[in-house]
């Protein structure tokens, strides 16, 4: 089995549906949080529509209580399972946009805006899978579902409420990385550090999420604007910003480059760049501890930095910082390996900070590794398609630093859509940044990919 042509004659309807889940801005919101809408009323909507798109093209679906939904395909005992995620993470600033997020538009094949990779377009290419499979009829040895998590983006609470309440699948995909496979991703510890400070920044704000290296940060400190050193500073950092003086104090404006968080070292965090900044230019003391404890993408600054035998190294990144009458919030995210455990890295990290910083730290995370057997059938039937669509026999399976639902249940793995024989074109962006593109081709091959996938593991052979 191919599927590709399949997959093909549906290229519109995908488009069509992947739109009407983009223009959702399915940003978790505890604000408006509430009876069947427990991560806030968009995030209800991109469920129910999803929902309503499984419903009109004849499947049975379920809303499990708001934290998830079901697409499912059988009425057998047992299922394989795909899953993919509604909510996005925050759309940044929209000045760093050159399409509008939330509409989709269409260029030279790919499809523009936030959740267009990330992880609507590939939910929907791998719905579509299972409408092609039930427009053959193939007779089932397994149902399929197609369950859609509500905050993969933050702390996978929905689709953790799903494994508790339903009949979990015995083995599945997830459309959330890349091809060929993912058989290992690192464990993610997010954790808060928080307290009074002693600095003259009397204001800051930067970042608004864990999982993203900061963009931009802005400050107000109540001391003489230093712009000839500012403007130094820039030049020799090879970074842009800005700074002008009023009544509130001195105003500074660097500008970074947001990244995935389990790449940290592919970005410019813009709150690291200011604290060494405030620090070296106003010999401002908790600012140069910061700036030093900070500024590693390994941990280094911590004491935790460490090299994994399958995984690599353990990352480190800054994702959120405000400076607010005395008070700081700082969110911290490690991607780690195998050998390393979430309360060690904690428990040391919670030290440094009180003992250079005097500030406190709390847990808001920790998922677990996931380390799968990379000669499972589950993995050697992945590979196999991947092989047959793209013609790549090269690529191994992969270790990843980002965080996948595949570590949520037993015999799960991520893989696709993207192709690692298909590079982008520069002016398309990747996850979490501005500019997020999805190329059409690849959303048809992959699709392909995961109808052939859930034909091995769900259908009964001629």
Not at 115 to 120: I, Q
């Amino acid at each position: 089995m191919k599927f590709l042509e399949d997959a093909r004659r549906y290229e519109k309807d995908m488009i069509e549906d992947i739109r009407s889940l983009m223009a959702i801005e399915s940003v978790r919101d505890d604000a408006n949080a509430g009876p069947g809408q427990p991560f806030g009323p968009n995030i209800r909507k991109a469920l129910e529509t999803m929902l309503e798109i499984g419903k009109r093209d004849g499947f049975k679906v379920k809303n499990v209580d708001g934290y998830a939904g079901v697409v499912q395909y059988g009425d057998l005992e047992e299922s394989v399972g795909v899953l993919g995620h509604l909510d996005v993470v925050p759309l940044g600033d929209l000045a760093d946009w050159h399409f509008d997020p939330l509409k989709g538009e269409i260029k030279d094949g790919f499809i523009m805006g936030r959740g267009s990779a990330d992880d609507k377009g590939p939910a929907i290419a791998a719905y579509y899978a299972l409408r092609i499979l039930k427009d053959h009829g193939f007779k089932l040895k397994h149902n399929i579902q197609c369950i859609f998590g509500t905050d993969e983006e933050t702390t996978s609470a929905g689709v953790l409420y799903y494994k508790e309440h339903e009949k979990n699948p015995i083995m599945g995909i997830v459309p959330d990385a890349d091809f060929p496979c993912i058989y290992a991703e690192k464990g993610i510890l997010d954790f808060r550090v928080y307290g009074k400070v002693n600095t003259c920044i009397q204001e800051m704000k930067a970042g608004n999420a864990y999982n993203v290296v900061i963009g931009k940060a802005d400050v107000i400190v109540n001391r003489s604007l230093e712009k000839e050193y500012f403007e130094k500073f820039l030049l020799s950092q090879h970074i842009t910003g800005s700074c002008y003086e009023d009544e509130k104090g001195s105003h500074y404006h660097i500008d970074g480059k947001p990244f995935h968080a389990s790449k940290p070292y592919h970005g410019v965090n813009a709150a690291v760049k200011m604290f060494q900044f405030i620090g070296s230019c106003y010999q401002d003391e908790f600012s140069l501890k910061a700036s030093h404890i900070l500024a590693d993408h390994y941990g280094e600054g911590f004491g935790v930095d460490f090299n994994g035998a399958y995984m690599g190294p353990l990352t480190f990144n800054l994702g959120k910082v405000t400076i607010h009458q005395g008070e700081i919030d700082m969110f911290c995210d490690y991607r780690y390996p195998n050998e390393c455990t979430g309360s060690e890295l904690f428990a040391q990290s919670a030290k440094v900070v009180r003992e250079q910083l005097g500030l406190e730290a709390e847990i808001f995370d920790d998922s677990k590794w996931l380390l799968s057997d990379p000669n499972s059938e589950l993995v050697k039937t992945v590979m196999k398609h991947y092989r047959e669509m793209s013609g790549d026999t090269y690529t191994p399976a992969l270790s990843i630093g980002g965080g996948t639902y595949a570590r949520t249940f037993e015999n799960f793995v991520a893989c696709g859509p993207v192709f690692p024989n298909r590079p982008y074109p520069s002016w398309v962006a990747g996850e979490h940044e501005a500019d997020e593109g999805f190329e059409i081709e690849t959303m048809l091959r992959a699709c392909a990919v995961y109808a052939n996938i859930l034909y091995d593991l769900a259908c009964e052979k001629d």
